[in-house]
C-alpha cells in the first residue's frame, strides 16, 4: 500500500506552509501541476519530478 498520503499529512503536521490537495482522479501530471499553481500562497514555486533530475539540495531556503 502507497504510504504517500501519510507522508503528506507528517509534512503538513511538521510545517503549516504545506499545503496538500487531492484530486478526484488521474488528470496527469500537467493539470495536476497547473492545479498545485492555482493553489500557491508564496512567492517562489518549485517543482520538481520524483526521478530526481534536479536533487533536493541543489535549492536553498
Known amino acids: 500500500i502507497d504510504e504517500s498520503w501519510l507522508a503528506m499529512k ?9 499545503r496538500i490537495i487531492q484530486l478526484l482522479k488521474n488528470y ?4 495536476a501541476i497547473i492545479c498545485g499553481f492555482n493553489h500557491v ?9 520524483d526521478d530526481l533530475q534536479h536533487p533536493p539540495g541543489k535549492y536553498r531556503n
Do not use: Y
Open 10 to 18: 507528517k509534512l503538513r503536521w511538521k510545517d503549516k506552509r504545506v
Open 28 to 31: 496527469g501530471q500537467f493539470n
Open 41 to 49: 500562497m508564496g512567492d517562489f514555486v518549485i517543482t520538481m519530478d
